[in-house]
């Protein structure tokens, strides 16, 4: 009842002055003194309570995970552990601003793309195309995504979410492409991958493992018998990587101040609340569209992402070393470190939303780390379309170089349906600076350990 309340409460009052269709609602909601009051101080007259994952003490299987976490000896340099790229004083995420980090024997090979935060991955669930639905279970990817290209696909707004507009779309999985499904399979990427800690073979980082100051720890944990075939030695030590990111809350612990906020133990500033209407007026910004900023209705905090791929045509990064060959193209999903949809082309140039928890702790962004700072990202959704000048560079004939980073073939795949990439050449953009500002001052109240009053 009282989640109800919330939804068409704090839905009503973020659609603001946008929502054309329920404006009388709201009104009549502000025209409770009471409400209209608590806004006005910054407090969520809709107060909620989240539900956020139970806290316990690490399991030993997660202890064991960290160490091997932390452990520099599994890579081929001695000075790349998961927290080398994944830093836990940067959200997990990368420590610096270069836009890929680097791996490989002395640590200077570039990787192709920039380092994801390993944060807030605990619900996220396996690479699909369409909505969760039992149905669909026996169907194969390639059949769904012929599926998807025969429905028409809704438009996505701040109010007609992907949890209500269930396009046949890809969604879930990790990585930028979504080609790993669980925590556990994605770790022996980045493990033996040459650009990163190029552990070398399986055989190579069980050697390690055996040596390694937990591997009496492993064989307690495993069995003696967890050393006999290298595979069981380094999937075993991935499941205890996998435990560690899913039991440690320090990977979720939803302390932002929007989370407070939204249970009433927080009051946004006057541009903090301006962004974050902004941020879900479907005219304006309509960042919530794709990066859901709701509770679900049994209490679990939002992950701001849908967990849905888009091609959004970020520019190409040209600090990118692969980029230096002018045939490279990063696709996402349909490759080239993804292969089991090169066939799929109509989702060329996609990748995943990534969630907005702790956005403003990076100084890096997007999948091929082309932006720097949260007012360069800003500019990009602002001026793609209106004023593509200023975000694409120019090629030798004077031409705006749009969509640069997918070949010409691709680029109809490239989103311009929902706001605010519904716009055109010349259009009014749908923010005005200040307007970016301010939500720039909203994305700042999602990074963790505010510490609420009382
Ligand atoms: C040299 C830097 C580097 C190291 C070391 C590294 N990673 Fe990563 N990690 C990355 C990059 C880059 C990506 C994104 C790759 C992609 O999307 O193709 C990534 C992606 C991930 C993801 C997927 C995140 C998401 O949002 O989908 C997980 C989980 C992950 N790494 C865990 C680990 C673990 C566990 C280790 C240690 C075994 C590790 N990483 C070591 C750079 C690194
Ligand atoms: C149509 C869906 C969609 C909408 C609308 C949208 N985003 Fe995104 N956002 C994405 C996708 C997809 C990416 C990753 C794109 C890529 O890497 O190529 C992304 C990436 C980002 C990133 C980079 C995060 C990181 O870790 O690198 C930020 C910041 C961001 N979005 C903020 C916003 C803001 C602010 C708005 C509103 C002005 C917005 N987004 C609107 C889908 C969307």
Not at 93 to 106: D, K, L
Not at 147 to 165: C, D, I, S
Not at 341 to 350: I, K, L, P, V, Y
């Amino acid at each position: 009842m009282h989640r109800g309340w919330f939804v068409a409460g704090v839905g009503l009052l973020l659609a603001a002055a946008a929502s054309a269709s329920d404006p009388p609602r709201e009104s009549a909601l502000l025209a409770d003194p009471a409400v209209s009051i608590a806004v006005a101080q910054g407090e969520n007259p809709y107060p909620v309570h989240l539900v956020r994952p139970p806290e316990a003490p690490l399991s030993a299987m997660a202890r064991l995970g960290r160490a091997a976490f932390f452990d520099t000896s599994l890579s081929s340099s001695g000075r790349l552990s998961c927290a080398a790229c994944h830093s836990p004083e940067h959200a997990y995420g990368p420590p610096g601003g270069a836009p890929a980090a680097n791996g490989g024997p002395a640590v200077s090979r570039q990787g192709v793309r920039a380092v994801p935060s390993l944060m807030y991955l605990e619900r996220q669930p396996g690479f699909s195309i369409g909505p969760d639905d039992d149905e669909n279970e026996n169907v194969s990817l390639t059949q769904l995504a012929v599926l998807g290209q025969q429905v028409p696909r809704a438009k996505k707004t701040a109010t007609n979410t992907a949890e209500t507009a269930a396009n046949v779309v890809p969604q879930g999985g990790l990585f930028w492409d979504g080609r790993a499904d669980t925590l556990q399979d994605q770790a022996l990427g980045p493990l033996l991958s040459p650009l990163e800690m190029d552990g070398g073979s399986v055989a190579t980082v069980a050697a390690k493992l055996r040596r390694a100051p937990y591997a009496a720890r492993m064989v307690r944990l495993f069995g003696a018998s967890v050393f006999a075939t290298p595979r069981l030695a380094v999937a075993e030590a991935l499941f205890a990587v996998a435990r560690y990111q899913i039991e440690d809350s320090s990977f979720h612990p939803y302390t932002s101040k929007f989370d407070y906020w939204l249970e009433g133990k927080a009051r946004l500033s006057p541009e903090e609340l301006r962004g974050y209407r902004l941020f879900n007026n479907p005219e304006k910004a309509n960042c919530g569209g794709c990066h859901l900023d709701q509770p679900r209705p049994d209490g679990l905090p939002p992950l701001f992402t849908d967990g849905q791929f888009e091609a959004l045509g970020a520019p190409r990064n040209p600090a990118l070393v692969v980029n230096r060959d002018p045939a490279y193209f990063d696709l996402g999903i349909c490759g080239p470190y993804r292969t089991d949809m090169r066939n799929e082309t109509q989702f060329c140039g996609m990748f995943r939303t990534p969630t907005l928890r702790n956005v403003a702790a990076r100084h890096v962004f997007f999948h091929n780390g082309v932006f720097h700072s949260l007012r360069e990202v800003q500019d990009f959704y602002n001026y793609r379309d209106t004023e593509p000048g200023r975000v694409y560079p120019h090629a030798a004939d004077g031409t705006v170089a749009r969509f640069d980073d997918i070949p010409p073939a691709y680029r109809r795949n490239v989103d311009v349906e929902d706001p605010p990439f519904d716009r055109h050449l010349g259009d009014q953009p749908a923010m005005t600076p200040e307007e970016e500002l301010d939500i720039i001052a909203f994305l700042r109240t999602l990074t963790d350990g505010f510490q609420p009053a009382q």
